[in-house]
């Protein structure tokens, strides 16, 4: 959610997005998600339901993505978990 720029015509340059999520692609990547919550000492990631995942990455990435609405994580082709913080 945001206005797009009006020279690029887009909201967020997937490039940029991949600047901030790439160390944590490698993070993940052939990795057991409760070694790396125990590692990290994480709790959301010690007990990795696609609820705490979706959470976890919302507020990991958050504050380097402040335009960032929301965090799917698909279980399945159709199951899944949005976590979207309240506003208020």
């Known amino acids: 959610m945001g206005e797009t720029n009006p020279e690029t015509g887009m909201l967020v340059d997937f ?3 991949k600047k901030v999520v790439q160390p944590y692609i ?3 990547d052939h990795y057991v998600v409760n ?3 125990e590692k990290h000492n994480e709790p959301l990631l010690m007990n990795p339901t696609s609820e705490n995942l979706a959470r ?3 507020e990991t990435l958050a504050p380097s ?5 929301s965090i799917v994580v ?3 082709v159709t199951a899944y978990c949005e976590y979207r ?3 208020d």
């Not at 993505?65 to 609405?69: A, F, S």
Request: hydrophobic residues 40%.
């Open 74 to 76: 698909h279980e399945t």
């Open 56 to 58: 976890w990455f919302y």
């Open 26 to 28: 490698e993070m993940f």
């Open 65 to 69: 993505l402040p335009d960032l609405y």
């Open 35 to 37: 070694d790396i919550g």
């Open 85 to 87: 913080p309240q506003f």
């Open 15 to 17: 490039g940029d997005i």
